[in-house]
Each structure stands twice: as C-alpha cells, then as structure tokens.
C-alpha cells in the first residue's frame, strides 16, 4: 500500500492493536530491555511513512508531529533522497572508511561547504549526532590543550562516552560517571521571555548575566580550565527552550577572550528547522553568530544515518595531516549510500524553499497553538522557533486540596497517549518531561497542521478533565 504523504489520520483499530502487540512480544524476546519501553498503551509498531504520515503494522494511520526525532524534516521517505540512494547502491554500496574514498563522500563535503556559515567548510563525517560531538571534544582538546567542558543545565548531546560528558542528565551520566571526560560545569541555559514560565525582559537579562558569568569562571578556572563551550543554540531534548537574547554572542566573547572554542551542536536545529538554514545565523535578537565548531545531523541524511563536525580551517588543523591512520575514523565514515542521500537531502531543501517554509509554517502554527491552547489551565506556554516548538504543561493537581498531586511530566504523558489515541504521534521533553515537543516535518500541509492543533487541544483537555475528576473537583 502506497501511503498518501497529505492524508489525515485514520484508526481502524485502537493503538496498540493486535498487530503491534504481537510484534512488541517478538520484540521482547530477542532485545535487551534497556531499550525499548513498552506498556499496555504504547508504542506501535511502524511499518511505512511518507511525507508526514506514518502507519503502523494494524494500518492506523498517524500524523508524525515529530518528524522520528526530527529526522524526516524533508517528510518521510522523500522520492528525490530514495532515488539518490537507490542510484548509488546500484554502483557502489560501500567504501572504506578513511581510505580510498567513494565519489559520493567528497560531493557531501562539497554540499555542506556550501551551506555551513563563514569558513565552516572542514568536515568530519559521522554516523550519528552523538559521534558529531565527540569529534567536536576532540577537536577542542586538541586545538587548545585543555580538558574541561563548558556545557548547560538541560543540554543533551548523545549517549556516547564522549558525548555525555556534556550531557546534563544525571539518569544517563551517572552510571558512567568515572568513565566521563572533562570536568564538565554545567552552567544554567538562560532562557527567552516567550511565555508565563520566564519573567520579562528583565528577569531575561539577569538570567543571561547569571549565565556569562558562571562561563566566564569556568573558562579561567586556576586549575582545570574550560577549552570549550558546548551549547545547543535551541535546547531540543531539554524542552524546546528558546535562549535569552544575546546568549550566543555573549559566549563568542567570552570564548574569544579566554582562547576557548565554541561548539555547537545543531544536530536537532540544523538544516533548516527553526527557520533559517543554521539556528546560529539568527539575527533578531537571537545574535548571529559564527562557531568554532558545528555539529550537523537528524535532518541531514533525509532518514539515513549520516551526520558532520564541521570546523574552522585554523581549528581542525589541530588534528595535523593524516598518515595512513586517521586519530578518528570508523568502517562507515562518509558511507556512500549515506551520503548520497544526504547530498540529495540539502538539494530537496534548497529546491523546495523549505527553509522559508519552516519559518512561516512555524510561525503560523504557533499562533494557532497559541489561540487555541488559550484558556487551558494546563499550558503554561508556546514556545519556539520556526517548526521547533514546545507546548510546556504545568501539574494542574497542585492546590486542588486532595493531597493526591500529579507532576506535570505525568499529565504530559496522558497527552502523548490522548493524542496517539487520535492519530497523532507527539513525545514529551524536557527535564521532568512536561513539554509537548512538536518537531513536524516541514512538508506537512495546512490541513495536516490544522489536524495537529485539535488532536493536540483535545488531548490536554481530555488530561485536565480526567486529572479534575481524581483531585475531586474543577479546573475548568
């Protein structure tokens, strides 16, 4: 069956159904169980996608409103990303890693020279935004000689060894704890007056000098001091946090005062998710700025697993000239099959406008959100930048004297359930899990999104009236 990419949702049998129930029990008995959760309720089990619609084993059909991670940016399965791969297992299917490189390596390297700002234009590929990372912390140990890490309350970088010593999470650095580089401070991510959770531009402003400063201590610690600053210029696990005005700017000055690199990870915001191609380059108050280092991945490949460090000429001569063994490689590094897909990736989003796109889509379905979420007692606020937004909940059971209170993450999780139960694929994000983050492709139609908007608004509702009922009285 050919999935059409426009279509609105469809369940013929509520999710999970016996098709996707039956798969998960497969599923249990041959995978460790560290990795798939798996309840009464959720997940299903996909088994095709176009566009911005995905259906599962039992043929539900869903809106994917978080683009798989923010991977499907261009819409699932793109004809011209299949096509470039299809074309390319039919020559060559694999390379070699550092040696003999394959035509369709050099031509990405090319293509993100072309995109990457300033003089961005050296790159390492990778296979996933966590291995981008950590050749971002290699880089910056080499360049500047010193091992601690600057990185933010919130931040999340990948679950690699690398990659989580600037990973905030306690949950996953813990049980690694003596194997993680740095010493990493974490400082706090000063966040964007957009909604009633941040205070005006003054409580902005403080955040921010709070913010530098602690930076600044860091990058002149007597002892260990910082070589890098890690930082997401939107946090995206951490819960769509747009940062305070001036932030990027603030930290480009400082790294440059203490002979520090910036880095940053724009694995989730790259490639043109928050309205312009890189999240850095951002003039209104978000503080274009150029990075030392920056990560790319998720949209890039338009589904394959393909991602970049890309480095200043003067910054990624630290790792000297090859020879005949590369200090970091792997078996895949510029997989051709890969890489030809992402070459025919950044050609879509540049033939299509979508970065245009996403800046005027996400625009209006903020304001779409906004007018419908208006007098929930739930939403705390919309926030975000082009199709990256996040719908913060806050626990509605607090003071309603029953004594039985509900964390806003576990409301946010009967949200994702009401809306998986409508056709509509969301997650929840941030620290305590109490943000709705909706990352959707950018190809989704106005239908689609208009879809989305009540899917959404009905399930927060639905979560408020079912918490009202157990605390024993109204929120409404």
Known sequence: MILDPNALPLLVTPPPGPLSRAWLARLRAV?????TAIGADFPVVWRGARGAVVEDVDGNRYLDAGAAFGVAFIGHGHAAVRAAATLQTETLLHGMGDVHPPT???????????VAPGDLGFGVLCTGGAEAVEVALKTALLATGKRGIVAFEGGYHGLSLGALGGTARA???????PWLPGPTTFVPYPAAAQGADVGGADAEAAALGVTLAAVERALCDPVTPAGVVLVEPLQGRGGNVVPAAGLLVGLRALCDQYGALLALDEIFTGCGRTGTFFACSHDDGFGAVLPDLLCVGKALGGGFPVSACLGRPQVMAAWGESTGEALHTSTFLGHPVAAAAATATLRVIADEALVVRASVDGAALQRALRDALAGSPAVVAVRGRGLMIGVALRDVGAGSGSGDTQHAGALAWQVVLGCLRRGVLVLPCGG?????????PAVMTAEQRAFLVGALTDAIAEAVV?????AGGSLL
């Open 31 to 35: 995978e460790s169980p560290n990795v």
């Open 104 to 114: 369709a390596r050099i031509e990405l390297l090319e293509a993100l020279a072309a």
């Open 171 to 177: 949950d996953f650095r813990t049980p690694f704890a």
């Open 432 to 440: 305590d899990g109490s943000v709705i983050q909706l990352t959707p």
């Open 466 to 470: 079912r918490r009202a009922s157990r």
